[in-house]
């Protein structure tokens, strides 16, 4: 079982930046490939972001050369950079951990670019 909590959301201005950070309960965090999503209102949930428990990256294309995923093994945490960030990325960011069948939600973290 693994406990997730995502936190570093808030209100920022257009083209602000923020680090948003999942810290996970337990010891196995450095096997779960790390996922951060995102919700905007009334939308779906949609990937943002990936890192394997190797530390490849993958990001969908809206986000490429703006965001960052990271992950600190040590921390069991891992981490979102966002920057010049646009009104469009206002939504509530989750984070995901899956090892094979199984699969852990944080509650979410709100970011709202907003001026």
């Known amino acids: 079982q693994v406990q997730l909590v995502e936190s570093g959301g808030g209100l920022v201005q257009p083209g602000g930046s923020l680090r948003l950070s999942c810290t996970a309960s337990?010891?196995?965090?450095?096997?779960?490939?790390i996922d951060w999503y995102r919700q905007a209102p009334g939308k779906q949930r949609d990937l943002v972001a990936t890192?394997?428990?190797?530390?490849?990256?993958n990001y969908v294309d809206s986000v490429k050369g703006r965001f960052t995923i990271s992950r600190d093994n040590a921390r069991n945490t891992a981490y979102l950079q966002l920057n010049s960030l646009k009104p469009e990325d206002t939504a509530v960011y989750y984070c995901?951990?899956?090892?094979?069948?199984?699969?852990?939600w944080g509650p979410g973290t709100q970011v709202t670019v907003s001026s």
């Open positions: 337990g010891s196995t965090f450095s096997m779960y490939t």
């Open positions: 890192i394997t428990r190797g530390g490849s990256t």
């Open positions: 995901n951990a899956r090892f094979l069948a199984m699969t852990y």
